[in-house]
């Protein structure tokens, strides 16, 4: 063994026994508060640019509608962006609950997600009222109830959560800010309903009486719309990718779980 061998050997016996730096997800409660302040922009997005469109081109509709979506989509963009590395930037329970059913989180985790994605809309949408000087809750006159609007918000989140699994499924994750984004600002043309196809954004958006509310009245039909569009994508999901298990913690986009807590079997 030559001088230069034994050196080598020595650190190679000592070193393995030092320290090594661990790294560790973002624990519940960090998720949990990233999930609260995402859903909470999104909801001020959503409410502050329908005010806005409501005051720039008052009795054009469609002009409003037109910079609700737009503005809408480029904020789940940048909002995604900003909070997925900490919780996957769900901002849905319907996404959540989806996530759940492939064991990506537990029925724990989906309980706080849940809340905090309710709990943050309504703050949100309490934020953009205020921020137009308007009354901090104002209950929505605008009634959203028919048929073709139940069957567009079945379709609406059906679609989304394809979206999303899909590109989970195939490795371009990262692409899902931006398709996510693009497919809420397309639905709000393409579907009747203008494409609430989240639950927590309905009942929040029932405390704005503003071009974006929805009357209390409305809600419920639109609740279980979104969760049948939601079981039928489970479905379609598991169909169309059998190996979707394995890429359960990068819904929406990958991020790093606390994985110093055990784990659960089922949901």
Not at 4 to 32: C, N
Not at 117 to 143: D, K, Y
Request: a negative charge; one cysteine or more; proline letters at 6%.
């Amino acid at each position: 063994m030559t001088a230069a061998e034994g050196v080598v050997k020595i650190a190679g016996d000592v070193h393995p026994t030092s320290p090594q730096p661990t790294s560790s997800g973002a624990q519940l409660g960090q998720r949990v508060g990233a999930e609260f302040i995402g859903t909470a922009l999104l909801l001020i997005a959503v409410i502050g640019s329908g005010i806005m469109a409501q005051n720039l081109s008052p009795g054009d509709a469609g002009l409003e509608l037109l910079e609700n979506a737009a503005a809408t989509g480029a904020a789940l963009v940048a909002i995604i962006l900003a909070v997925g590395s900490v919780s996957g930037a769900h901002l849905n329970p319907v996404v959540s609950c989806a996530d759940a059913f492939f064991r990506g989180l537990r029925r724990v985790e989906l309980a706080a997600y849940v809340v905090a994605q309710v709990t943050g809309a309504v703050v949100g949408v309490i934020i953009a009222n205020l921020m137009f000087a308007l009354p901090a809750v104002s209950i929505s006159t605008h009634v959203r109830s028919s048929p073709n609007l139940w069957f567009s918000e079945v379709i609406a989140t059906f679609g989304l959560l394809l979206v999303i699994f899909g590109l989970v499924r195939s490795g371009r994750g990262a692409a899902a800010p931006f398709a996510v984004g693009a497919y809420i600002l397309g639905a709000y043309f393409f579907t009747s309903s203008t494409s609430f196809a989240n639950p927590a954004v309905t009942i929040a958006r029932t405390l704005s009486d503003t071009f974006a509310g929805i009357a209390p009245s409305s809600v419920i039909p639109f609740v279980v719309a979104q969760f049948v569009g939601a079981a039928l994508a489970v479905v379609t999901v598991r169909v169309l990718w059998p190996g979707i298990d394995d890429v359960r913690r990068d819904v929406v986009v990958p991020h790093e779980p606390d994985v110093s807590a055990p784990e659960v079997k089922g949901v």
